[in-house]
């Protein structure tokens, strides 16, 4: 997700249930302008064609859960537009928020194994997904081997941010933490055609510090702090980074 295994930056990437139904909308992989990012990636027409049959789309409002812990695992979402969290309850009855998603990215997967879903995702602001019934997403990516070889990348890459996590949680200080999650948000941003300087956060401070293991009030005064030295500009969620080379710095443990 955020940080490799020597402790750098990384570029790899830190209810409603809604039936499959001819009722949904019909979307085309062809036509999407995140395809790159998706798992439609490498593949010719004849088989984008392939992969629209199968794809429908699913509107939810800010606050909407796509799926709950519990609920039986049948497909898997790629989001389209807007912004997720997916998050667990502790057995204190706690949530524990586990990643947050943006528009390219699949979320979903932590079905697989048991058939049933192991945390709960919700809309962070209106947003769009498409859904990919797993079963003839399955059987299709036999047939196309580049989409298998893509699902396969993207199954690897959430292992990667799993492992990551650990990595994060467990060597750095708070402040390097909250560093590494604004430049992974940046990245994440730049790579989607976004300012990688300008955003709006689209979750609470309490739910960064959910995810980053930190409580509110060390994100706050994290947050104070980089404006104080310029690192960055906060107004309310609106953010500028102002010295990405200073955010930089405190990960490597460097001078700014």
């Known amino acids: 997700m955020l940080i490799n295994s020597q402790g750098k930056l990384s570029h790899v990437d830190l209810k409603v249930t809604f ?3 001819t009722n949904n909308m019909r979307v085309a ?5 995140l395809r790159e990012l998706c798992l439609a990636v490498g593949l ?3 088989d984008l064609h392939k992969l629209d049959d199968l794809v429908t789309k699913r509107k939810l409002k800010r606050g909407q859960q796509l799926y709950r812990a519990g609920d039986a695992f049948e497909a898997i979402y790629a989001i389209r537009t807007g912004f997720f969290k997916t998050d667990i309850l502790t057995e204190e009855g706690l949530e524990q928020v586990t990643g947050f998603q943006m528009a390219g990215e699949i979320i979903g997967m932590d079905g697989i194994s048991n058939e049933h879903h192991v945390c709960n995702a919700t809309a962070l602001e209106d947003s769009e997904v498409c859904i990919m019934p ?9 047939s196309i081997k580049s989409l298998q070889q893509q699902f396969h990348k993207i199954m690897s890459r959430e292992i990667v941010r799993d492992q990551s996590l650990m990595i994060l949680l467990g060597s750095m200080r708070a402040e390097e933490r909250i ?3 604004l430049l992974n948000l940046s990245q994440r941003m730049h790579m989607r055609g976004y300012s990688a300087s300008e955003f709006h956060l689209r979750m609470t401070r309490e739910e960064i510090g959910s995810y980053l293991g930190l409580k509110l009030e060390t994100v706050s005064r994290a947050f104070s702090k980089f404006h104080d030295e310029g ?7 609106y953010i ?7 955010l930089r710095a405190l990960l490597n443990h460097t001078p700014s």
């Open 19 to 21: 039936p499959l139904t």
């Open 29 to 33: 992989c062809s036509q999407c302008n």
């Open 44 to 46: 010719d027409d004849d």
């Open 134 to 142: 797993y079963d003839q997403l399955e059987d299709l990516s036999r």
């Open 179 to 181: 560093a590494a999650f």
């Open 231 to 237: 690192l960055i500009g906060v107004q309310q969620k």
């Open 240 to 246: 500028r980074i102002l010295n990405a080379d200073g």
